[in-house]
């Protein structure tokens, strides 16, 4: 069922995958703050209620779907119920991913490496290609696309080789939409991330090894700032575009890297 309040704000509509913690958390929060309805995508629905219960409603509608941007099915169930409860998709925040054990390329199991190109390039893929076919039709048409590139799209850290990889082709995926979606007012951004203080980032305080072979503590940030950048691109009018933007911790060794 529709949600009934909704054409009364007249509010545009965001997804974020990833939604129930971290960056996918940040970016929701700070969307929520700016007015937009929002659709919390994640692979667990307890999470995402958290993140829900943490925004300033207000009114506006936020709604908590338990998705595996892995699963086709799942995505597609995801976008129906965007088009059943709004009508339309003003922005898609491509979020969600995973990591692998850091080992050698010798040493990675095949599964880890399905596991980590399935979320991170794949569900990508899915998220976008139904967002686009909602945007394209709707009206008026066209839309934003954001998606999480991550540092690792410019330079690996060492034994990332899956993670490396989908990162890198996600810059490929985000030209490519930026290129197709041109005639259809669909644009398409990467924000590249650094370091951010999630629960992922702990290790990053403990130490990490270096290309150097060395083992170095590294700064975090706060993640709220990556809420912020995403949805400063996401209030950009469709005729104006940050086609790259890095944010990172000022002194995180990336810059230099290797």
């Not at 990889?165 to 644009?187: E, Q």
Request: net charge neutral; hydrophobic share 40%; charged share 20%.
């Amino acid at each position: 069922m529709a949600w009934d309040s909704f054409n009364s704000w007249k509010a545009k509509v965001a997804l974020v995958t990833g939604a129930g913690s971290g960056i996918g958390r940040a970016a929701a929060l700070a969307l929520n703050r700016e007015g937009f309805a929002l659709i919390l995508a994640g692979r667990h629905e307890e999470t995402l209620h958290e993140t829900r219960f943490l925004a300033k409603r207000n009114g506006i509608p936020i709604i908590p779907i338990a998705a595996d941007v892995s699963i086709v099915e799942d995505v597609d169930s995801l976008f129906d119920q965007v088009e059943e409860n709004f009508g339309r998709l003003d922005v898609l925040f491509n979020n969600a991913g995973v990591g692998t054990p850091a080992v050698s390329i010798d040493e990675l199991d095949i599964a880890h490496w399905n596991r980590c190109v399935a979320v991170n390039l794949t569900g990508s893929f899915l998220c976008a290609r139904r967002a686009a076919r909602i945007m394209k039709q709707q009206s008026p048409k066209g839309g934003r696309i954001i998606n999480n590139g991550s540092v690792s799209s410019h330079a690996p850290r060492p034994n990332t080789v899956a993670y490396t990889a989908t990162k890198h082709a996600i810059t490929g995926l985000t030209k490519s939409i930026s290129l197709d979606g041109r005639d259809h007012d669909i644009v398409c951004s990467q924000l590249d991330i650094g370091n951010a203080d999630t629960q992922m980032a702990e290790k990053f305080k403990r130490g990490v090894p270096q290309a150097s072979g060395d083992v170095r503590v590294e700064p975090v940030f706060n993640v709220r700032h990556c809420g912020d950048a995403v949805a400063y691109i996401a209030k950009l009018s469709l005729d104006t575009n940050i086609q790259f933007m890095t944010i990172m911790a000022t002194k995180m060794p990336f810059i230099g890297r290797g």
